[in-house]
């Protein structure tokens, strides 16, 4: 049996790969998606760790403009942040590396595809969800799930082997992506816990405050300080800049995929960045209605994205509203780096929808004061009548 394996060559996928090759006598074929994050050297290292754990081939998929273009695209321009705070890092990539697994299961003929998912996370359902979807005849392999493999009993697999245990195994599931940071384990587990000290790297001691401008054409950021930029470049450079600061860093509670309650840490400084100086962008561009509808929808496009179901034909229909609102959504953003916090502090846009001929709090030359005097009249009709109906003392 040929099984091909997302691996990630941490300590639930390296046990994958020894019990799959042992219980099974699988065939293994171990896929790694690179989604951002790491280095050359830290993949080559992921390769030969494969190998050394008994995989018969491994492949390394370059996905980080997939990434950007199918999924990161969408959530810069629909401001999609789960529970108002988290831009959901782990969603997009997981997505994306499933279908990519799926397409290399399809050129090698796997009979199974196989992940390290437990039972009780998200992204098991993931995983599950994409290759039901594109792989209906291949088998889909859990042995962690299946077998409740806890993350010492992985530990205590590999030393009796004499097999590599990858280090930082024991405290906490760490993953790096284009798309931000996340740290789950230890103290995530417990609502009231602070996080420790060491919980992410401190910010440069000689770093000081600076000012971003980002460029932006269709809702899409294209140019840091006046440098034209690929989307990835972009992100990478803004991450590089706010992780100096320590900018980006926060704790999402919410509901998982399978209704239960859960806690991640996450560190995301360009994602939290982007998203904000986006919004700010679409004040000057999109009308009220525009930005209403956009983001509402918006909002359900993320909760599916979380919840591994991409594929819903739905989320096509919703990215073609979506590009449609940003035909106008173009110009600039400046936007305070400072230690721990930033602050988007201007906007200015060949389209924006401000006139010269009315200023708030100020004047007007589109209206006179008897028109303004009708309308607020006819504003009030409706609160008037209800207010009749009600009696002098309801409110």
């Known amino acids: 049996m040929r099984v091909v394996l997302a691996f990630s060559g941490g300590l639930d996928t390296s046990f994958c790969v020894s019990w799959l090759v042992e219980r099974l006598s699988a065939e293994v074929v171990t896929v790694t998606v690179d989604t951002g994050g790491s280095s050359a050297e830290a993949l080559e290292a992921i390769a030969r760790r494969a190998t050394a754990l008994g995989a018969s081939r491994h492949v390394t998929v370059d996905a980080k403009s997939l990434v950007y273009d199918r ?3 969408w959530l810069i321009r629909g401001n999609v942040l789960r529970g108002e705070v988290y831009p959901l890092c ?3 990539e997981r997505t994306r590396q499933a279908i990519e697994v799926a397409r290399v299961a399809r050129e090698v003929g796997a009979d199974a595809v196989a992940h390290g998912s437990t039972g009780a996370g998200n992204d098991q359902i993931r995983f599950d969800v994409i290759w039901r979807v594109l792989l209906p005849d ?3 392999l859990t042995p962690i799930r299946d077998e409740r493999v806890r993350r010492d009993d992985a530990t205590r697999w590999l030393v009796e082997r004499g097999l590599p245990v990858p280090e930082g195994s024991g405290r906490y599931s760490v993953n790096r992506g284009l798309w931000g940071t996340t740290l789950g384990g ?6 009231w816990a602070a996080p420790p000290d060491d919980a992410w790297d401190a910010p440069e001691p000689d770093a000081i405050g600076e000012d971003v401008t980002i460029g932006w054409e269709e809702g899409l950021p294209v140019s840091l300080d006046g440098t034209p930029m690929s989307g990835v470049a972009l992100v990478e450079a803004l991450a590089a800049r706010t992780a100096r600061l320590g900018v980006g860093r926060g704790i999402h509670q919410g509901e ?4 239960i309650k859960g806690r991640v840490a996450f560190e995301a400084g360009a994602p939290l960045v982007l998203i904000a100086a986006h919004r700010e962008l679409e004040k000057a561009t999109l009308t009220r209605w525009q930005a209403f509808w956009k983001d509402h929808l918006a909002r359900f496009y993320g909760e599916r994205l979380h919840e591994g179901q991409y594929l819903d034909p739905a989320l096509r229909d919703i990215e073609a509203l979506i590009e449609s609102s940003q035909r106008h959504v173009e110009g600039e953003t400046r ?11 201007g906007v200015r846009s060949p389209r924006a929808l401000a006139s010269p001929d009315a200023v708030y709090g100020e004047g007007t030359s589109l209206w006179d004061g ?10 009030a009709v409706t609160s008037v009548l209800s207010a009749r ?7």
């Open 370 to 379: 008897e028109e303004a005097r009708a309308f607020a009249k006819i504003a």
């Open 335 to 345: 936007v305070r780096l400072d230690t721990g916090r930033f602050l988007v502090t």
């Open 256 to 259: 998982t995929v399978m209704g």
């Open 90 to 92: 782990v969603a997009a």
């Open 71 to 73: 999924h990161v695209s």
């Open 138 to 140: 291949a088998r889909i």
């Open 389 to 395: 109906r009600e009696g002098p003392e309801w409110w």
């Open 186 to 191: 230890g103290w995530t587990h417990d609502s």
